[in-house]
């Protein structure tokens, strides 16, 4: 699990906490004091493996996690500048994804980019997109794209970790290039 706001954060703590398997709780030291917001009731929890959309949109779906939500959200509000609707989807759950979120996605824009802060190589986002490829390439009309922080180690200079991690303007490219396919 790998929460972007608080009401996530809690919701899904709780779900993990009564869920009978054992599960991986990721939390972003970067949005500690920053997904502000309302929070479940006492008996409410976000069931594991549903993904949540954040924005609509007809033209390109962009599935994202954790602290790459925010930044996608803010490039998706840019597109939207010049007539391009990105359709945010929030896995919340790495594993299981909720494909069916996906593909229900995919559905009306037949564009994919995926973005996250980890490696591309063998980060979630080639699972992702692998799995696109084979259940649904035929809905697509352009590659399944990725932003991702580059395959290296994590630099000790904050300047030089800033430059490598996934950003809005990364992000607002490869969607502006997605669209141009």
């Known amino acids: 699990m790998a929460p972007a706001t608080a009401f996530d954060a809690k919701g899904l703590l709780k779900a993990a906490i009564r869920d009978e398997n054992p599960v991986i709780y990721?939390?972003?030291?970067?949005?500690?004091?920053?997904a502000k917001g309302p929070v479940p009731g006492e008996d409410e929890i976000v069931p594991?493996?549903?993904?949540?959309t954040r924005r609509e949109g007809d033209d390109i779906t962009l599935v994202t996690y954790g602290a790459m939500v925010t930044p996608s959200l803010e490039a998706a509000e840019e597109l939207a500048k010049d007539g391009v609707e990105v359709e945010v989807i929030d896995l919340r759950t790495l594993q299981p994804f909720d494909r069916s979120a996906i593909f229900a996605s995919l559905e009306k824009t037949s564009r994919a980019l995926i973005v996250h802060e980890d490696v591309k190589t063998l980060g979630l986002g080639a699972e992702v997109s692998a799995?696109?490829?084979?259940?649904?390439f035929d809905r697509l009309d352009a590659p399944v794209l990725?932003?991702?922080?580059?395959?290296?180690?994590?630099?000790?200079s904050h300047v030089l970790e800033q430059a490598a991690l996934p950003n809005t303007q990364k992000i607002v490219d490869a969607l502006r290039r997605l669209a141009e396919y």
């Open 131 to 136: 799995v696109i490829m084979e259940e649904r």
């Open 146 to 156: 990725r932003v991702t922080y580059p395959d290296t180690h994590a630099p000790f």
């Open 48 to 52: 594991i493996g549903v993904a949540a």
């Open 26 to 34: 990721f939390e972003h030291k970067y949005l500690y004091r920053r």
